[in-house]
C-alpha cells in the first residue's frame, strides 16, 4: 500500500472514532444518529451536480448498502445505549474483519492460514477482556455486547457491498455522494416511526454537532471507499479500525469510562489481530 493511502485511512479512523463520539456524547442516540445522516445527504446532495452519475451495475450495491448501513445505525444505537463508548466500538469494529474472513473460508473456499488462526484468536481474546467485568455489570453488559457484535455483522456485510460497489461504479466519489443521499431515506424513516415527528425539534437544534459529525463521517467513508478502490481490500478495512484503539483511548479519558486501560489493552489486542489478517490476505 502507497504511503498516502496509508495516511489518508489512518486520517479516516480518527474522524470515524470521532463521529462515534459525538453520537455517543448525544442524549438519545438513534435522534443523532438520523440528524447526522440528514446532514450528510443535504451535504452529499449539494455535490450532485459535481461528480460523476455512477453507472448501472453499482446501483443494486447502492441501493443494498443504503439498506445495511439503516440497520448498522439501528443496531449501534442501540449498542452505545446500553453500553459504554470504549467498549461497543471496538467489539463492533473489530469483530468485522473476522466475519469477513470467515465469509470467504465458508461461502468463497479460502483457506484460513496459521496466522489467520493467531488474528481470529486475538480478536475473541479482546472480546472477552472487554465482556468480562465486575458482576454487577453482567446483564448490562450482555446487551451491550449482543447489540455490538450484531453491529459488527452489518459493518462485514456494507464493506464488502461497498468495496465492490465502489469499484463498479466508474468513479468512486459518485458512488459515496449518491449513497450519502440514499442512506438518510431509511433512518429517518425507521426514527420517526419510532420516536414521531417530535425528534425534528431536537435534530435542528443539535444542527451544529449534526453538521461537524457528519463532516467527519461523510469525509471518513469517502476516503474509505476510495482507498478500497485502489488498493486491497481486506487490508483497507484492517487498517481503518485502527479506530478502535482511538474509541478505547476517547473513551478512557474523555468519557471516563471504568476499566480504561483494560479496555486500551484489548484494543491494541485486537487491532494488532486485525492488521495481522489483512498482511495475510493481501
Same mark, same amino acid.
Given at each position: 500500500?502507497?504511503?498516502?493511502? %496509508?495516511?489518508?485511512? %489512518? %486520517?479516516?479512523? &480518527?474522524?470515524?472514532?470521532?463521529?462515534?463520539?459525538?453520537?455517543?456524547?448525544?442524549?438519545?442516540?438513534?435522534?443523532?444518529?438520523?440528524?447526522? =445522516? !440528514?446532514?450528510?445527504?443535504?451535504?452529499?446532495?449539494?455535490?450532485?451536480?459535481?461528480?460523476? &452519475?455512477?453507472?448501472?451495475?453499482?446501483?443494486?450495491?447502492?441501493?443494498?448498502?443504503?439498506?445495511?448501513?439503516?440497520?448498522?445505525?439501528?443496531?449501534?444505537?442501540?449498542?452505545?445505549?446500553?453500553? *459504554? &463508548?470504549?467498549?461497543?466500538?471496538?467489539?463492533?469494529? +473489530?469483530?468485522?474483519?473476522?466475519?469477513?474472513?470467515?465469509?470467504?473460508? #465458508?461461502?468463497?473456499?479460502?483457506?484460513?492460514?496459521?496466522?489467520?488462526?493467531?488474528?481470529?484468536?486475538? @480478536?475473541?481474546?479482546?472480546?472477552?477482556? #472487554?465482556?468480562?467485568?465486575? %458482576?454487577? =455489570?453482567?446483564?448490562?453488559?450482555?446487551?451491550?455486547?449482543?447489540?455490538?457484535?450484531?453491529?459488527?455483522?452489518?459493518?462485514?456485510?456494507?464493506?464488502?457491498?461497498?468495496?465492490?460497489?465502489?469499484?463498479?461504479?466508474? +468513479?468512486?466519489?459518485?458512488?459515496? @455522494?449518491?449513497?450519502? @443521499?440514499?442512506?438518510?431515506?431509511?433512518?429517518?424513516?425507521?426514527?420517526?416511526? $419510532?420516536?414521531?415527528?417530535?425528534?425534528?425539534?431536537?435534530?435542528?437544534? *443539535?444542527?451544529?454537532?449534526?453538521?461537524?459529525?457528519?463532516?467527519?463521517? #461523510?469525509?471518513?467513508?469517502?476516503?474509505?471507499?476510495?482507498?478500497?478502490?485502489?488498493?486491497?481490500?481486506? !487490508?483497507?478495512?484492517?487498517?481503518?479500525?485502527?479506530?478502535?484503539?482511538?474509541?478505547?483511548?476517547? +473513551?478512557? #479519558?474523555?468519557?471516563?469510562?471504568?476499566?480504561?486501560?483494560?479496555?486500551?489493552?484489548?484494543?491494541?489486542?485486537?487491532?494488532?489481530?486485525? $492488521?495481522?489478517?489483512?498482511?495475510?490476505?493481501?
Amino acid at each position: 500500500m502507497e504511503t498516502g493511502i %496509508l495516511f489518508v485511512v %489512518l %486520517l479516516a479512523a &480518527f474522524f470515524h472514532a470521532t463521529w462515534n463520539a459525538v453520537v455517543k456524547s448525544s442524549g438519545d442516540h438513534l435522534v443523532s444518529i438520523a440528524g447526522l =445522516q !440528514l446532514a450528510c445527504g443535504i451535504i452529499a446532495a449539494c455535490l450532485i451536480p459535481f461528480v460523476e &452519475f455512477p453507472e448501472k451495475e453499482s446501483w443494486p450495491y447502492l441501493f443494498a448498502s443504503a439498506l445495511l448501513h439503516s440497520a448498522y445505525y439501528i443496531a449501534l444505537s442501540e449498542a452505545y445505549r446500553s453500553g *459504554d &463508548f470504549s467498549q461497543a466500538y471496538p467489539v463492533a469494529r +473489530g469483530t468485522a474483519p473476522i466475519i469477513v474472513a470467515l465469509w470467504g473460508v #465458508f461461502f468463497l473456499n479460502e483457506v484460513l492460514t496459521t496466522s489467520g488462526m493467531v488474528a481470529l484468536a486475538g @480478536v475473541i481474546t479482546g472480546i472477552m477482556i #472487554f465482556a468480562t467485568r465486575r %458482576l454487577g =455489570q453482567v446483564m448490562k453488559d450482555k446487551r451491550a455486547m449482543l447489540s455490538a457484535l450484531i453491529t459488527s455483522v452489518f459493518i462485514a456485510a456494507y464493506t464488502l457491498v461497498d468495496g465492490i460497489g465502489g469499484r463498479l461504479s466508474g +468513479g468512486v466519489s459518485g458512488y459515496v @455522494v449518491w449513497l450519502a @443521499v440514499f442512506d438518510m431515506i431509511p433512518i429517518l424513516i425507521y426514527t420517526f416511526a $419510532v420516536r414521531s415527528m417530535g425528534v425534528i425539534v431536537p435534530i435542528v437544534k *443539535d444542527w451544529k454537532r449534526n453538521l461537524v459529525g457528519a463532516v467527519m463521517a #461523510f469525509g471518513s467513508y469517502w476516503i474509505v471507499v476510495w482507498a478500497m478502490s485502489q488498493a486491497s481490500i481486506p !487490508l483497507v478495512s484492517a487498517l481503518r479500525e485502527t479506530s478502535i484503539i482511538i474509541a478505547a483511548l476517547i +473513551g478512557a #479519558f474523555y468519557f471516563k469510562e471504568p476499566s480504561g486501560k483494560r479496555r486500551i489493552v484489548a484494543s491494541i489486542i485486537i487491532c494488532c489481530a486485525i $492488521v495481522l489478517l489483512a498482511i495475510e490476505n493481501h
